[in-house]
């Protein structure tokens, strides 16, 4: 069974970067099988797709956080994170790290979520 | 403002069947038969229920099924059972996304 928990700052000042670790067990990030994904949520708003990375290093982001985010691999500690930059209040939400099998169009595994708020 | 449009809760009796919809547009959820669902309980991670419209993951109860009819999908729980109070949220593919997701519904078992 594959497991991903979320780590970083609950706790972000406004302007700074969000820095945020997946941790995932019972998978090697290097096995090539899955995408590994970061998705948030807005309180009481919908989710939306932030952006993936793949064992090669591929990445994937979402159009409208191109210019902030960026999403990378530590093999070494089968971790993968996020990094967001020039944050506002707008990025307060609950931040989920998911797995997606390559070649498929869902998430297969999910963490339970981390909420970081953005403070002035 | 979601991309996928779905009722903010849904309720109905023990035994009883419940449908969630999940409407979006022909670049997402009319376009492609990449509809999934997810379950998530309080302080919990989301649990993938329904992928490719209406297929199940090994595992999941068959008393979760799924379809689409043009630019909405659906979620149908058929007897209700209280462990199925939960959120419920759908994702689809989406030609300019490339993921959109819905709010959420939550479903409450009298």
């Known amino acids: 069974q594959v497991q991903l928990q979320e780590s970083g700052p609950g706790l972000v000042k406004s302007s700074q970067t969000l820095s945020l670790s997946c941790t995932v067990s019972?998978?090697?990030?290097?096995?090539?099988?899955?995408?590994w994904n970061w998705v948030r949520q807005h309180p009481g708003k919908g989710l939306e797709w932030l952006g993936s990375?793949?064992?090669?290093?591929?990445?994937s982001y979402n159009p409208s956080l191109t210019s902030r985010i960026t999403v990378s691999l530590d093999t070494s500690k089968n971790q993968f994170s996020l990094n967001l930059s020039s944050v506002t209040a707008a990025d307060t939400a609950v931040y989920y790290c998911?797995?997606?099998?390559?070649?498929?169009?869902?998430?297969?595994?999910w963490g339970r979520g981390t909420l970081v708020t953005v403070s002035s | 403002q979601s991309a996928l449009t779905q009722p903010a809760s849904v309720s109905g009796s023990p035994g009883q069947s419940i449908t969630i919809s999940c409407t979006g547009t022909?670049?997402?959820?009319?376009?492609?038969?990449?509809v999934s669902w997810y379950q998530q309980h309080p302080g919990k991670a989301p649990r993938l229920i329904i992928f490719?419209?209406?297929n199940r993951p090994s595992g999941v109860s068959n008393r979760f099924s799924g379809s689409k009819s043009g630019n909405t999908a659906s979620l149908t729980i058929s007897g209700l059972q209280a462990e199925d109070e939960a959120d419920y949220f759908c994702?689809?593919?989406?030609?300019?996304?490339?993921?959109?997701f819905g709010a959420g519904t939550k479903v409450t078992v009298l």
């Open positions: 998911a797995a997606q099998s390559l070649g498929e169009f869902f998430f297969d595994y």
């Open positions: 019972g998978a090697s990030l290097s096995s090539g099988i899955y995408y």
């Open positions: 990375i793949y064992y090669s290093g591929t990445t």
């Open positions: 994702t689809s593919y989406s030609t300019n996304s490339p993921y959109v």
């Open positions: 022909s670049s997402d959820v009319g376009g492609h038969d990449y």
């Open positions: 490719d419209v209406s």
